[in-house]
């Protein structure tokens, strides 16, 4: 990929099925991680992670536009759709899902439903959520919308099923470093990410393995709490 693809900077698009820990009775051989930490260091490529039908949907159109190497990631399960059927997707764009004033949460692909429920949860404990849907990591968030929100809320933290130091580490670089993010903190930044270890087998192996619920109300609750 990187020489025939990448390097050559060919109009080539990879569409990648079955992505992340949503394999779990399947076990460790079918699941990877490491794929978007791969793709986006390669040049010229643009990686983009889908959260439900609608929104594959709408990238691959968008792809289809698109002149250059990219990389479409999706998982196989069914998910509730939470984008708009007819929501255009904008390469590079970050988009607000849910508006809050407490704290921000940024995510992508497969973690949006778990963050979701998660701020749910919080909601009913009186605290008030942001939430950042990245769609694409390369290129990032071309109009800082996410630095937008930080404003507003001063708390962040940084949510993907990625390994530690993986995809959640990037997104924090971006924000925190390249868009001067940490000006407006009020308490330090979080990164909450799938544990640092090879996926177990069973249903259960995709909770175990990656963020949970309880996890990220946890997080948060600390945070507010500073």
Known sequence: IRQSVAYSD??????ASHAGLTLGEDGATHQI?????????LPGMTVINTCDYNQTKAATIALAEHHGPAYLRFGRPVVPNF??????????????????TDVTIVTYGSTLRIVLESTETLDKMGISCEVMDVQTLL??????????SLKKTNRIVFIDEDVPGGAAAYMFNKVMEEQGGYKFLDTSPRTITAKAHRPSYGSDGDYFSKPNSEDIVAVIKKMLAE
């Open 10 to 15: 060919k109009n080539v698009k990879i569409c």
């Open 33 to 41: 991680l490491e794929d978007i930490g791969l793709m986006k260091m």
């Open 83 to 100: 984008m708009p059927a007819d929501e255009p997707f904008v390469i590079g764009k970050a988009i607000l899902l849910n508006e809050g």
């Open 139 to 148: 290129p990032f968030d071309i109009n800082h919308k996410i630095v937008e």
